[in-house]
């Protein structure tokens, strides 16, 4: 039994130029571990990602008038990354190497068709003209000769893996087909590599492995990738008779010639396809995506789809043509079920209390499918009650992956049907802490359609992966919203109660407080010198919060969410020159507030630490400097932050000081043995 699961964006992708979208591709290759890959586009750059956090570690790009000519690969030996620029230019590095210029390179003779790394053993280099050498060969000798082993043919594909301990590289040519080649007719063949006589040619004998039958369509173009010794997928293009082509990623039990489970991809693929640690890799629009699967051991209850998955009971059943109607009848065909049918002489109490039994064990035992069908055309009351009572009954061993399942039914919903905007459900669906954005990459952009800012905060607060775009267009319509249409919003506002006082006050009131980690309105004066004789109490009028609570807490969340600078930094530069200078303002407010704190810190759950505050400003700054700077209205906010900066630069100037008096008090006395007793005057200068 094989089933899809889990489907997430990886990275964006970039057409090259004269490409189409997803077409900038060079190659996949694993990277140090299971959960890294280094991609390589078709231009200048390869990029390594952790999977997991969908999140680059690395990006190492050459000259503007250079190329990477095949795919980078990583030397597990070493846990170096290798690639080919312009053909014959090997260049090796680390993942500590920055600039990718001044890193190792070395000229070859010949010019390379690909490089394959294979565990604990060293890489194999392909030239185009059919040579192999190991990488460690080419590095002792960079200028020895290459020979020619195939003349006139250009080699359109290559594979290395290891037989019996040993590494085993195999190409093709334009004129020679061989190995697990999908042909026109959709069939799959195959052909037994036998050790040949030299100088003499061998013809492969083949066998059919699998014949591709889909209804009435005509696979046009495929890509194949072995899972095991019982299962490929295919990655193809099906060509319906309307000529409507359909590209789908399908599953394939070749023991028993079914098909497992496929997938549909509207938005059009390259035809490429990768799989590493039980992930495909495929190019999907403009995206990368990442599509987890499983393989079970083959049989053929599995093949026909009528093995019962103890891992996925109460799921999504993998087979796309078991008919689930037709199981139950057959359930209710069984001499039990006929047993209790036939009882005829029952009273009709009886009869409706036994139908009232069973409906009652129904509800109770409601499964994903039936309610994936509710989801479909019932009520949002009759959905949300279903939902309820399908999370605290169900025993799910799966739960990540059946909360997925609802939430798509949910989201499928809502496109097709405008007016239906099952809220509390989602709600609910998010607080299991089961999703992620990977799992349901529509459900934010609906809530960012509905402006449902409830819904959003949650999403920032429980999703570990929400992408940077979506930050940025949730950051922006939190700003654009007025505070007077927050008023009576659910929003979750504990994130302020520690410095925002969430009941409204008309006046603005003056009070004394303690004047604590060196914060004072008089150290705002731009003086020459800061005299650090203040009293501990000062009288100065409290700042105020430039928004309402209700938009604090949203901003908040947004303070807290994963972000890498590189890819924040453009959708940044969407946000309005006003809306720039608003979360500024509130960025101050919460940097002096912050400053007040002994601690540097403020209480509550989920407030924003100093950090973060620090982060935000620093940010907003780089990606609006000219903007801010030449509006009038932020002249202001600049001076004030200017001041405040500073006076803090200047206070802990003062404090660096006395530390260095008191260290140096603390050397003297070990020095100097004074007896029992002693009086002594100490100056600090």
Known sequence: MAALCEEFTLCGLIASAGAGAGQGIVGLEPGPDSDRVLLTDRGRTATLYKVSDQKPLGCWSVKQDQTITCPAVC???TGEYIAVQDNKVLRI???EDVNFDKVFKATLTAEVYRI????????LVLFKGGAVRTLDALLAAPQQEIENVISDEVIRWSEAFMETQQPVLIFTT??????????????VYKMSLQQSVPEEEQILSKSLLLKIVVSDTVLKRASLAILDIDHVAVLGCLDSPPNIAKECLSIWNTKFQTLQTSKELPQGTSGQLWCYGEKFFLTHGKVLTVIVYKCETSSLAAAVGKLKDTQTSGMRTVSSYVNWNMLQEEDLASPRAQQSVTAKTESKRTLRSRRNNVAKVQRDTLTVEQLLSDIKDSSQNDIEEELRQFLSNAQMSDFQATVGYVITGLMNRCKTEPTFYPRNCLVQLIQTQGLSYSLCPDLMAVALEKTDVHL???CLQQFPDVPEAVTCACLKAFLSINDDSLQGTNVNLDSVIGYID?????????KSETVQNGFSSELMEDSCDVQLTHKSHVMYTEELCPVGPQKAALLNAILHSAYSETFLLPHLKDLSAQQVVLFLRYLQYLYIKCSEKVSMNFPGMRSPTINQIMDWMCLLLDAHFTVVVMLPEAKGLLFSLHKFVRAQVRFHSELNKIEGSLQELQRIKHQKDFGLYSIEMLELV
């Open 456 to 458: 959003l905060q949650l």
């Open 93 to 95: 590095w680390k993942d």
């Open 116 to 123: 394959h790394s294979l565990p604990y053993t060293e890489p």
């Open 75 to 77: 030397n597990f030996e």
């Open 174 to 187: 334009e004129k020679c087909h061989f190995s697990l080649l999908i042909d026109s007719n959709g069939c």
């Open 502 to 510: 969430i009941t409204p006050n008309d006046q603005v009131e003056k």
